[in-house]
């Protein structure tokens, strides 16, 4: 049986036994990321809190010699499922700001941000690779987020009719191709 985690927790990082960050090579120039573009208000909202934070949330990154940015999660639990998450929708800036604060998850806020694009946010790597397990379970709460979404976009009429064709299919069995 599986032990649940609240990555939100003291030492979560540890706890499920994530990959230590590495040290960056002195090569390395010191970055913000962001993925998405800031709103109007200079503000990011803070889902899990219901709340406007301080400044725009951003990564720590790197940009390599070679070009390529990549994003320290700072061994925080929070941290790496946002940057899984949100990674996969959004495209990728580098961030320029000043540094007002640090959001809970410990990421950077920042002022009077201004982006330069990157490209595709699933371009962005992680400086340390994060176990299957943990991007597999992080994707399974994305999709049956979205699913709930979706349902709940559905008329209460859609969502019946759903329902009675999901159970018709269990009772009769599978359907013919």
Known sequence: MSRVVDIWGEGAWQELGLPSSPEAPSTWERCYIRFGTCDTNGRSYNERGK????GNAVF???KTPEGRYL??????APLAETFLRIRLNRPAFRAYGDEAAVGPA?????????????GPGRDIEATVQLPQWFQEQVYDILRRQ???????????????????????????????V
């Not at 709340?51 to 301080?54: A, G």
């Not at 994003?71 to 925080?76: G, K, N």
């Not at 008329?155 to 359907?175: D, H, I, K, M, W």
């Open 60 to 62: 720590r990154g790197f």
């Open 106 to 118: 410990g990421e950077p806020l920042l002022l009077g941000v201004e982006l330069e694009p990157l």
């Open 51 to 54: 709340y406007l934070e301080v």
């Open 146 to 176: 979205i699913r709930a979404v979706q349902e709940a976009k559905r008329s209460p009429l859609e969502s019946r009719l759903q329902q009675t064709r999901f159970a018709a299919r269990s009772l009769l069995g599978r359907p013919r």
């Open 71 to 76: 994003v320290v999660l700072q061994s925080s």
